[in-house]
């Protein structure tokens, strides 16, 4: 796992994904959220997708629809959330779709947290240097990093 300087690349990326999921689920919510949704963050380069259905009922269908875009089916539901992933055709790793309904708290929580970074931009420097300080002492295990990174994320989240 390596940390990535943030990159103007990574909303092209975005449009273009967002424009092949929107024809196969037409009436979803798509958001480009994450540190590579946050100007002058950077991260692991991973473009981070919210995909929300209207209705949850439908996500076997949204399912098989992003699986037929090349998305696999990665983890088991949790919390109204389904995540998913593919490679990308770029020099970015990984696309990942968080699949959820339009009012569930996961949507609500992503965007959220994205929208405080990007009107924070002192926050958002203080959260890409914690970053740096998880990855250093995850020693680059995922698993750890990303609860970190959660803690904080709950932490901010409680405070908003």
Known sequence: MIIKPFSQEFDSIFKNQRAQIKKALFQARIHHIGSTAVKGLGGKGIIDILV???D???KQMAVTKLKRLGFSHVHKEVNYRIFLSKIADTKYKDVHIHLTYVNSPEYANLLTFR???RSH???AGLYQKLKQDWFKQ???NRREYNRLKSDYVRLILAKI
């Open 115 to 117: 929208d405080y970074l």
């Open 52 to 54: 929300a259905i209207s």
């Open 138 to 140: 995850a020693g680059g």
């Open 121 to 123: 931009t002192r926050k």
């Open 56 to 58: 949850w009922q439908d």
